[in-house]
């Protein structure tokens, strides 16, 4: 399962993030998503967990606790396509 993970600071790491998701079960991989021209993170990833029922009790587990002073928002991912449209340029 695809895990959305959101509001981290800004000095989390993928490692920390392997740490916090590891307690719950085995970790596919773990993505930070960073700025591409400044390499800062944007205060958000994902981390992919091959097992559900542990990846449930990962969101459920973490949902709302604190990680470096900010309380993380975890649920599972949606697809790009099921996301709402943005509302476009203002003219």
Wanted: hydrophobic share 35%.
């Amino acid at each position: 399962m695809n895990i959305y993970v959101g509001n981290l600071a800004y000095s989390v790491t993928q490692d920390e993030l392997r740490d916090a998701f590891g307690a719950y079960g085995e970790i596919s991989s773990v993505n930070l998503i960073t700025d591409k021209f400044t390499g800062s993170s944007k205060g958000f990833g994902f981390v992919e967990m091959p097992n559900n029922s542990e990846a449930d009790a990962a969101i459920k587990g973490l949902n709302e606790t604190p990680l470096k002073g900010r309380n993380l928002k975890v649920n599972q991912a949606k697809p790009r396509g099921e996301r709402p449209a943005g509302r476009g340029p203002r003219w």
